[in-house]
């Protein structure tokens, strides 16, 4: 594989993006916004229309200390 050998090393112990799916991560950027302007249920609302998983609407909406940073 071509390349620089010291730039794989030191991206093989970077900490990846945790979220990959970029649709859904814009979701639940727009759903967290949504909380703080339109209310918890309104946010929960639309993030249940837009399909994103029961799991990941808990986490956000209910403890926002387990959101994950970037």
């Not at 649709?23 to 950027?29: E, I, K, N, Q, S």
């Not at 990941?56 to 994950?68: K, S």
């Amino acid at each position: 594989m071509p390349g620089c050998r010291r730039r794989k090393a030191l991206r093989k112990y970077a900490r990846p993006l945790r979220r990959r799916d970029i649709t859904t991560r814009f979701l639940v950027d727009i759903g967290i916004y949504y909380q703080d302007v339109l209310g918890q249920a309104r946010a929960m609302t639309f993030l249940r229309h837009q399909e994103v998983p029961e799991t990941v609407i808990q986490r956000v909406l209910y403890t926002p200390e387990l959101r994950r940073h970037y």
